[in-house]
């Protein structure tokens, strides 16, 4: 029986298999944040921490940082630009915040603008 779903959606996790080759995404857990047909998917590995502080690199929002307060290595596309996940409290969505399309169960998980101001949320 085959449990593959035919596209990964917002908010579900791929874990690649140990037998995966490619060395930019051997033994990574990536939650899916985007999916469209023409655009493509786009992800966040969350199992690949480095020892840089987040606020070494983005200083303005240290004050909102939780732990592990790091930066993250992501795969080979756009090495030199930011994602945030962020969670946020109560039925609002404050601006700059925006919920991972279609993953219900993770309503309060989303993506930040890091271009705004943090004030904020």
Do not use: C, Y
Not at 69 to 74: A, I, K, Q
Not at 101 to 110: E, F, N, V
């Amino acid at each position: 029986m085959d449990h593959m779903e035919p596209d990964p959606s917002a908010g579900r996790l791929l874990v690649a298999t140990p037998l995966l080759g490619d060395p930019n995404f051997k033994r990574a857990v990536v939650l899916v944040v985007e999916h469209e047909d023409t655009e493509g998917t786009l992800g966040v590995v969350l199992n690949r921490p480095t020892k840089i502080p987040v606020g070494q690199v983005l200083e303005q929002w240290t004050e909102l940082i939780t732990d592990p307060s790091v930066l993250f290595r992501g795969g080979p596309v756009a090495q030199n630009s930011a994602l945030a996940l962020a969670m946020v409290p109560g039925k609002e969505e404050p601006l700059g915040w925006r919920a991972l399309d279609g993953a219900p169960a993770l309503a309060r998980l989303g993506l930040l603008d890091l271009d705004a101001p943090p004030r904020l949320l």
